[in-house]
């Protein structure tokens, strides 16, 4: 399969990709004449690496009752004040709630999500789940931490926290407690940081970078462009607890902060938790590669990174996920058709009617049967 007249984020020179066996075969600048799809200049770039998502806690509405110090004062109080909002949430079977989060991944452009929780089962999801990981929720809320940090162990996975989050002495302290107590040097990926010191930094493989979450909860986020010289930015979403369903809109605000540069920020969403988590067959747009790719077309072009940033769900046309196509906008539908590459397992969804493997729509109104009052986002509702 070719695919032709592509660009690559900043840049303005035309491309074209080779997928053979589900891997990128060859990348040119040059037009072959037996191209599959022609593009007509729109981007191209790697799926999207989701760092930190709670997959089963994406029907959630936003919660919060005000602005907080850290993250207990803001456990306690909606666990107090919004008990029947969560209680109604949780009625819906874990599986029915996974595999929402799993399409509002998928509906965004990313194509690998690593879950932070319980080991969930998501053998048969579209895009690829990591897990392999030793989750700890926080210091706070996780029973016997330093046991669990410190236990022996045969592998080598990094251990994930929610460290940090909070504006006071208290998160800052925990950071503090955390690294103390990892007495056998466990590799720490850490999550928020947003009272976490340049020396602090220094103990942990990477952070993870949420900052809608963090200005939701806190009115602040982790101060990257300090600590991005002492360890990798892993860019992450968290759920719809705490961030919109449209991880877009993260990603812009991201960019305003202005902490890393556009090419960073890229980074962060790509080549660098490729490396962190260890998924070095994807990440990057190589020959050899995985093939795992998004295709969007930027509602204005201006030949620089304003197309990739301003884009939204509504301008992807193309996902393709360890070589398969997982999502296509409905204008490629004939195409794809002639070309024998897709099956008829593809099912419309949304007003941007874009099409997704398996019974999305069956899944909401499996959803509604638990909790008919159910909120679902404007992209897959009509």
């Given at each position: 399969?070719?695919?032709?007249?592509?660009?690559?984020?900043?840049?303005?020179?035309?491309?074209?990709?080779?997928?053979?066996?589900?891997?990128?075969?060859?990348?040119?600048?040059?037009?072959?004449k037996n191209a599959t799809l022609d593009f007509?200049?729109?981007?191209?770039?790697?799926?999207?690496?989701?760092?930190?998502?709670?997959?089963?806690?994406?029907?959630?509405?936003?919660?919060?009752?005000?602005?907080?110090?850290?993250?207990?004062?803001?456990?306690?109080?909606?666990?107090?004040?919004?008990?029947?909002?969560?209680?109604?949430?949780?009625?819906?079977?874990?599986?029915?709630?996974?595999?929402?989060?799993?399409?509002?991944?998928?509906?965004?452009?990313?194509?690998?999500?690593?879950?932070?929780?319980?080991?969930?089962?998501?053998?048969?999801?579209?895009?690829?789940?990591?897990?392999?990981?030793?989750?700890?929720?926080?210091?706070?809320?996780?029973?016997?931490?330093?046991?669990?940090?410190?236990?022996?162990?045969?592998?080598?996975?990094?251990?994930?926290?929610?460290?940090?989050?909070?504006?006071?002495?208290?998160?800052?302290?925990?950071?503090?407690?955390?690294?103390?107590?990892?007495?056998?040097?466990?590799?720490?990926?850490?999550?928020?940081?947003?009272?976490?010191?340049?020396?602090?930094?220094?103990?942990?493989?990477?952070?993870?970078?949420?900052?809608?979450?963090?200005?939701?909860?806190?009115?602040?986020?982790?101060?990257?462009?300090?600590?991005?010289?002492?360890?990798?930015?892993?860019?992450?979403?968290?759920?719809?607890?705490?961030?919109?369903?449209?991880?877009?809109?993260?990603?812009?605000?991201?960019?305003?902060?202005?902490?890393?540069?556009?090419?960073?920020?890229?980074?962060?969403?790509?080549?660098?938790?490729?490396?962190?988590?260890?998924?070095?067959?994807?990440?990057?747009?190589?020959?050899?590669?995985?093939?795992?790719?998004?295709?969007?077309?930027?509602?204005?072009?201006?030949n620089s990174w304003d197309d990739f940033y301003?884009?939204?769900?509504?301008?992807?046309?193309?996902?393709?996920?360890?070589?398969?196509?997982?999502?296509?906008?409905?204008?490629?539908?004939?195409?794809?058709?002639?070309?024998?590459?897709?099956?008829?397992?593809?099912?419309?969804?949304?007003?941007?009617?874009?099409?997704?493997?398996?019974?999305?729509?069956?899944?909401?109104?499996?959803?509604?049967?638990?909790?008919?009052?159910?909120?679902?986002?404007?992209?897959?509702?009509?």
């Amino acid at each position: 399969m070719w695919l032709t007249n592509l660009r690559l984020p900043g840049q303005k020179d035309s491309c074209s990709l080779h997928i053979r066996d589900g891997k990128i075969f060859a990348i040119t600048p040059s037009t072959p004449k037996n191209a599959t799809l022609d593009f007509g200049g729109s981007l191209v770039f790697p799926g999207l690496i989701n760092s930190h998502d709670h997959l089963d806690f994406n029907l959630f509405p936003a919660l919060a009752n005000t602005r907080y110090q850290n993250y207990r004062d803001w456990g306690w109080d909606i666990h107090k004040k919004n008990k029947s909002e969560i209680d109604n949430i949780l009625k819906i079977p874990q599986p029915l709630r996974t595999l929402w989060g799993i399409y509002k991944n998928l509906l965004n452009g990313f194509t690998t999500v690593v879950n932070h929780g319980e080991w969930l089962d998501t053998r048969d999801a579209p895009i690829t789940i990591f897990q392999h990981c030793h989750n700890l929720h926080s210091i706070g809320f996780e029973p016997n931490w330093r046991w669990k940090l410190n236990r022996p162990t045969k592998t080598k996975w990094p251990f994930v926290i929610h460290i940090g989050e909070g504006t006071d002495l208290t998160a800052h302290d925990e950071i503090t407690q955390l690294i103390k107590w990892n007495l056998f040097r466990r590799p720490l990926i850490g999550i928020h940081g947003v009272a976490m010191t340049e020396e602090q930094a220094a103990h942990f493989q990477a952070l993870i970078w949420c900052p809608a979450s963090n200005y939701f909860l806190l009115d602040k986020t982790a101060p990257i462009s300090k600590l991005k010289s002492h360890l990798p930015i892993l860019f992450g979403t968290d759920s719809t607890l705490t961030g919109p369903w449209d991880c877009w809109s993260q990603i812009r605000l991201a960019r305003q902060e202005e902490a890393l540069t556009d090419e960073e920020l890229l980074q962060s969403l790509t080549a660098r938790p490729a490396a962190a988590w260890n998924l070095t067959d994807r990440g990057k747009l190589e020959k050899g590669k995985l093939a795992d790719l998004v295709i969007a077309r930027p509602s204005k072009y201006t030949n620089s990174w304003d197309d990739f940033y301003n884009l939204s769900p509504e301008n992807l046309l193309l996902i393709i996920s360890r070589g398969n196509i997982v999502l296509f906008d409905p204008s490629l539908k004939e195409s794809l058709s002639e070309a024998d590459l897709i099956g008829n397992n593809f099912q419309q969804v949304g007003p941007n009617g874009k099409f997704v493997p398996g019974d999305i729509m069956g899944l909401m109104n499996e959803i509604r049967s638990y909790y008919p009052a159910v909120q679902f986002p404007r992209q897959t509702s009509g």
